[in-house]
């Protein structure tokens, strides 16, 4: 940013009586007078300079102000972008010696858990739903990689028609599947 710079005072001309500019040489006082027209132009120059400096402060300031609006919004909103893509994860773990299935979706800062079912459960749906008995043969890994590759596209669609009824809503397999 540019640093305003007052006209030195030393170039400042005192004031000089009428009888005393009258009697100076027509030359110099046409000198004298076409330096206090320079030096009133920088002046207003200089003012105008600072009136447009200090609107631009005040319009940086609007902007900054707008773009904590603008990021505070965006959590919010981020869901109906083009690509987006929120956080799913799908997880077993163990209870009383059974096996159960978790998946946790993450989306506006909110963690949305999701209960699958049990481990013989979810394998029995699965495998009703695509009309195959692989999924009683497959790993918990190979499951796992299964059952994120069929509930991402379901999740992002519920997320998308409505942000906060996903987050209410009680969501269970048989919904995204």
């Given at each position: 940013?540019?640093?305003?710079?007052?006209m030195?005072?030393?170039?400042?001309?005192?004031?000089?009586?009428?009888?005393?500019?009258?009697?100076?040489?027509?030359?110099?006082?046409?000198?004298?007078?076409?330096?206090r027209?320079?030096?009133t132009?920088?002046?207003?120059?200089?003012?105008?300079?600072?009136r447009?400096?200090?609107e631009?402060?005040?319009?940086?300031n609007?902007?900054?102000?707008?773009?904590?609006?603008?990021?505070?919004?965006?959590?919010?909103?981020?869901?109906?972008?083009?690509?987006?893509?929120?956080?799913?994860?799908?997880?077993k773990?163990?209870?009383?010696?059974?096996?159960?299935?978790?998946?946790?979706?993450?989306?506006?800062?909110?963690?949305?858990?999701?209960?699958?079912?049990?481990?013989?459960?979810?394998?029995?749906?699965?495998?009703?739903?695509?009309?195959?008995?692989?999924?009683?043969?497959?790993s918990?890994?190979?499951?796992k990689?299964?059952?994120?590759?069929?509930?991402?596209v379901?999740?992002?669609?519920?997320?998308?028609?409505?942000?906060?009824?996903?987050?209410?809503?009680t969501?269970?397999?048989?919904?995204?599947?």
């Amino acid at each position: 940013m540019y640093r305003i710079v007052a006209m030195k005072q030393d170039r400042y001309l005192g004031f000089l009586s009428q009888d005393k500019f009258d009697s100076l040489h027509p030359d110099l006082q046409n000198e004298i007078l076409k330096y206090r027209r320079i030096s009133t132009l920088i002046k207003r120059k200089e003012n105008k300079l600072k009136r447009i400096q200090n609107e631009l402060r005040i319009t940086m300031n609007e902007i900054r102000d707008k773009k904590k609006e603008q990021t505070e919004l965006w959590g919010k909103v981020q869901v109906f972008k083009h690509k987006y893509y929120p956080t799913v994860s799908v997880s077993k773990y163990k209870k009383n010696k059974s096996s159960y299935w978790n998946c946790t979706v993450r989306t506006r800062g909110v963690v949305k858990s999701i209960y699958l079912g049990s481990d013989k459960n979810v394998r029995q749906q699965l495998s009703q739903q695509f009309s195959s008995s692989n999924f009683f043969k497959m790993s918990d890994q190979e499951l796992k990689t299964e059952l994120l590759d069929v509930l991402w596209v379901p999740i992002i669609d519920y997320i998308q028609k409505d942000p906060k009824k996903f987050i209410t809503d009680t969501i269970v397999l048989k919904d995204l599947i």
